[in-house]
């Protein structure tokens, strides 16, 4: 008899967590912390109730690298954990940046240094579809998510019961990934563990119309000689947003430079370092070739802060390129505008009718990006030296509709192409869940809400 325990994320996005156990042998899917606005004041909450099995899980899988999924896994050692961390080669590289980063951030609230040492010393990691066994009996593989580089969907073989746990995963074709690839209808599902992220959101997996729209207001930015300030996602986002403009904006991005600020640069290196076909899509592989590029990122009009001619600080350098004349594109952190370089480009850049805020990712409700959406146009902005900044935007603000994760048609796709006979539907708030249900019903299925504990029936 198995059983499903789950940590965090049955009814919400962040701190995701779910422990599969058949009463003597326990393994866990993910590990993540739920992140909150800055002004809250609140620092990062755990998943609750993991740690009281650390000592009798043999595995941790990790389906993907961000913080929501990964960030818990460090302290898991610290509360007695022993076992390895099994993960994609790309996802190992991008934790270790991301953890520490944290830690920067945080402090040694849910970990120290020493945790995330010892996670990855006893992390494996392996390709997609090549299976691996966890212990007797029980087996798994890695299935392109599409999500960031190294995501994975985890396909798990416990005894005969086949379960697969989608972490996040997209429908829609992005330069680096190719929609995710449904496992083979010829050998069904049993259970389906999904996340509902987009299920109430109106998500195309047609990334044409965004792309299309984000360029034309950055044509527009540059006729009237203005700044384009696109704070996006470190991981993931950054990288599409480059290979975009590297491609369809070419000719443009001589007289219109894009700038990259902020963790993006640490995140290009790791893509560049997979930019082969075991990670990426053989299409980007292929225009590299035939446009005579190695990597997107080698493109003339890509350039870094540190390349702005001027003798001092990062913030002194920002504050020149976002106030000289030349019209120009920053792409910088945090996606969200809860912190980092996009402040600077918005205290000296922000009170410029000519330059515009460009908005390519989710904002969460209570972050700075999601008020600034809202219409809020009056500011405070810290330094994070103690100083408090007053701005008025006066900036063109606009957003575009990207995302990360599966349209809810995908999502009901997935239902028709793996035919479960479970569907427990997490990683989705509330509204998301109830729509996904229903989207279900009229096919004919029935998904559940999973709940803090579920005992799954007999498979053949």
Request: aromatic content about 10%; charged content about 25%; glycine content about 8%.
């Amino acid at each position: 008899m198995l059983e499903i325990m789950v940590f965090g994320a049955s009814d919400s996005v962040g701190k995701s967590c779910v422990m599969i156990s058949d009463g003597d042998r326990r393994i866990l899917l993910d590990a993540g912390i739920q992140l909150h606005p800055r002004r809250s004041g609140l620092l990062s909450t755990p998943p609750e109730g993991v740690d009281k099995f650390c000592e009798e899980i043999l595995s941790v899988l990790l389906s993907h690298a961000h913080i929501d999924h990964s960030a818990y896994v460090p302290a898991l050692y610290r509360a007695g954990y022993q076992g390895q961390v099994l993960m994609t080669s790309p996802t190992k590289e991008i934790v270790d940046i991301l953890w520490k980063d944290h830690l920067k951030i945080e402090g040694p609230h849910h970990y120290g240094i020493s945790h995330i040492h010892s996670a990855l010393a006893k992390s494996k990691t392996y390709e997609y579809h090549r299976r691996f066994r966890i212990a007797p009996g029980i087996s798994a593989e890695f299935i392109d998510a599409s999500h960031i580089l190294g995501s994975a969907a985890i396909l798990i073989d416990w005894e005969g019961t086949r379960i697969l746990y989608t972490g996040d995963f997209n429908d829609a074709k992005t330069p680096y990934h190719d929609p995710m690839v449904y496992p083979d209808p010829d050998d069904p599902i049993d259970v389906l563990l999904t996340e509902t992220t987009n299920a109430n959101r109106k998500i195309s997996s047609n990334r044409k119309m965004a792309t299309s729209d984000l360029t034309k207001s950055l044509l527009k930015c540059y006729s009237r000689g203005g700044k384009a300030i696109i704070p996006s996602f470190a991981l993931g986002r950054s990288q599409e947003i480059q290979a975009y403009l590297t491609s369809d904006f070419d000719s443009f991005l001589h007289k219109f430079p894009l700038y990259i600020d902020g963790m993006i640069l640490d995140m290009n290196s790791v893509y560049q370092k997979y930019l082969n076909k075991k990670w990426v899509s053989p299409r980007i592989l292929i225009e590299l070739k035939e446009r005579g590029y190695r990597t997107p990122f080698e493109h003339d009009g890509l350039k870094t802060v540190d390349e702005v001619s001027y003798k001092g600080r990062r913030g002194k350098k920002r504050e020149k390129l976002v106030s000289q004349e030349k019209a120009s594109i920053i792409l910088t952190t945090s996606g969200m505008l809860e912190g980092g370089p996009v402040y600077d480009y918005l205290r000296f850049g922000g009170r410029n009718p000519l330059n515009g805020l460009y908005i390519v990712g989710y904002q969460v409700e209570g972050t700075l990006g999601s008020d600034i959406i809202s219409g809020e146009k009056n500011l405070l902005l810290d330094n994070g030296f103690g100083e408090v900044f007053k701005i008025h935007l006066a900036l063109e603000v606009k957003r575009f509709e990207f995302s990360g994760h599966s349209s809810l048609e995908g999502l009901i796709q997935m239902v028709r192409y793996c035919s479960p006979s479970m569907v427990y539907a997490i990683h989705g708030e509330p509204q998301a869940q109830h729509k996904y249900s229903q989207a279900l019903g009229d096919i004919g299925k029935k998904a559940t809400i999973l709940s803090e504990y579920e005992i799954l029936p007999d498979y053949p």
